[in-house]
């Protein structure tokens, strides 16, 4: 079974904190993303990346970026977090380019910004 | 910009009842469909998916409807359970991109 495992369950930062939340996923999926899930407003996509080094912006990318140095792991990262940056944190993976396949999700991190 | 969306936020269903959610998309080139189902305090997990050479497939008390015409996506759930009471995503696969719907939270009344 493919698991996608994100580092924390829960978090809590300051305002102007940098944050970085880890993803990894264990089996050799190229293609991983990161979202956040808001009431209401379902999943949208912050990045997504098909291959180490590679990223391509989502649909809210802004105050966020991505590192991806190994191919089972991607990091979100907020550069100085805010209170509107509050919200659940998916990450997800899924087989390769064009090769229109599900994608498999994390447990997700509760980000708190205080 | 294009996206999918689910008409709605919530349906009530009960216990031993079909239910069938809906969700419309607008982006003409999408080729392939999934629904997730996500359950409290869990990441979304994967249901069934439709390709859109495909207009139904079906799965273990899961069926998928593909209305390329109208551009709308269905999700019927047989005789539904307890255990199906969760929120209910569409998804669009394109050009790598996950898109996801807003979601439908599915009751299910005794």
């Known amino acids: 079974d493919v698991k996608v495992t994100q580092s924390s369950r829960y978090l809590v930062k300051r305002t102007g904190e940098k944050v970085f939340l880890e993803c990894v996923q264990d089996?050799?999926?190229?293609?991983m993303f990161w979202y956040r899930q808001d009431p209401g407003l379902g999943l949208r996509l912050i990045y997504f990346?098909?291959?180490?080094?590679?990223?391509e912006k989502g649909d809210i990318p802004e105050g966020y970026s991505v590192s991806r140095e190994k191919k089972e792991r991607f990091s979100l990262i907020l550069e100085s977090a805010s209170t509107n940056q509050t919200s659940m944190y998916l990450c997800?993976?899924?087989?390769?380019?064009?090769?229109?396949?599900?994608?498999?999700f994390g447990q997700g991190t509760r980000l708190t910004v205080v | 910009g294009e996206s999918v969306g689910l008409h709605l936020p919530t349906l009530s269903v009960q216990e031993g009842d079909n239910s069938i959610i809906n969700c419309a998309y607008s982006?003409?080139?999408?080729?392939?469909f999934i629904w997730y189902k996500q359950e409290s305090g869990k990441g979304p997990q994967f249901i069934i998916d439709?390709?859109?050479?495909?207009d139904k497939r079906q799965g273990q008390r899961v069926t998928v409807l593909l209305n390329k015409t109208v551009k709308h996506l269905s999700l019927q759930i047989a005789a539904t359970q307890p255990g199906d009471s969760a929120v209910y995503f569409c998804?669009?696969?394109?050009?790598?991109?996950?898109?996801f719907g807003k979601g439908t939270r599915l009751h299910i009344l005794p």
């Open positions: 997800a993976s899924s087989l390769g380019r064009l090769m229109n396949t599900e994608a498999f």
């Open positions: 089996m050799d999926h190229e293609n």
């Open positions: 990346s098909y291959d180490v080094k590679m990223k």
């Open positions: 982006n003409s080139a999408s080729d392939y």
């Open positions: 439709i390709r859109s050479n495909m």
């Open positions: 998804a669009e696969n394109r050009d790598d991109k996950i898109i």
